[in-house]
């Protein structure tokens, strides 16, 4: 079975810093785009940001270039999210998913990890 | 970055069908077969329901289909039942040197 299981998220006050990570099993992980999509509360989903497989081609939201640094570690079957600067509009659930095809489109997601920034 | 353009709400009763439009620009949905649909329970991982603007994962319900014309992609649901109410995005891959991928606004679905 496909698991992706987001860990690292918690309270952390304006400026700071998080690093959030998605463990994955079930498929064959260095061929996968991997992606970070977000949900704000009461909000509805944005893409942060998806790094391809060998972890050349990386892009960003706007709203986060300059601040996230997406990575992965093909040896691990994992993906991190490195998020600096944090602002309270980065409040949030984050997703971890996968794209099979590289076409944008996110096959299996993780259940997700809280994010909260907060004075 | 632009979000794609979907409907807040919809509603429909047990059995109807309904459709959900999502409207982008020809640097999205126009220019690429790349459209995407989620379904969201709150509380839950989004779940693929259409992927390449009409295929179907395995194990999704033949009731869910997509469609696109020109840049307005559209998700039609048949036989509506009370566990299709939740939130549907859609979503396109999207041609720039700095972006992948944008998501519609979302829309609430309410089976009355």
């Known amino acids: 079975d496909v698991q992706l299981v987001e860990s690292g998220g918690g309270l952390v006050k304006p400026g700071g810093s998080l690093r959030l990570s998605c463990a994955t099993s079930?498929?064959?992980?260095?061929?996968?785009?991997m992606t970070w999509v977000r949900q704000a509360p009461g909000k509805g989903l944005e893409w942060v940001a998806s790094?391809?497989?060998?972890?050349?081609?990386?892009f960003y939201a706007d709203s986060v270039r300059g601040r996230f640094t997406i990575s992965r570690d093909n040896a691990e079957d994992s993906m991190y999210l490195q998020m600096q600067t944090l602002r309270v509009e980065d409040t949030a659930i984050y997703y971890c998913?996968?794209?099979?095809?590289?076409?944008?489109?996110?096959?299996?997601w993780g259940q997700g990890v809280r994010v909260t920034v907060s004075s | 970055q632009s979000a794609l353009t979907q409907p807040a709400s919809v509603s429909g009763s047990p059995g109807q069908s309904i459709t959900i439009s999502c409207t982008g620009t020809s640097s999205d949905i126009g220019g690429y077969d790349y459209v995407s649909w989620y379904q969201h329970h709150p509380g839950k991982a989004p779940k693929l329901i259409i992927y390449e603007v009409s295929d179907r994962p395995s194990g999704v319900s033949t009731r869910f289909s997509g469609s696109k014309s020109g840049n307005t992609a559209s998700l039609t649901i048949s036989g509506l039942q009370d566990e299709d109410e939740a939130d549907y995005y859609c979503?396109?891959?999207?041609?720039?040197?700095?972006?992948?991928?944008?998501f519609g606004g979302g829309t609430k679905l309410t089976v009355l």
């Open positions: 079930g498929f064959l992980f260095d061929t996968y785009t």
């Open positions: 979503s396109s891959y999207i041609n720039s040197n700095t972006l992948y991928v944008v």
């Open positions: 790094i391809n497989g060998g972890g050349s081609d990386i």
């Open positions: 998913a996968n794209d099979p095809y590289n076409n944008g489109w996110f096959h299996s």
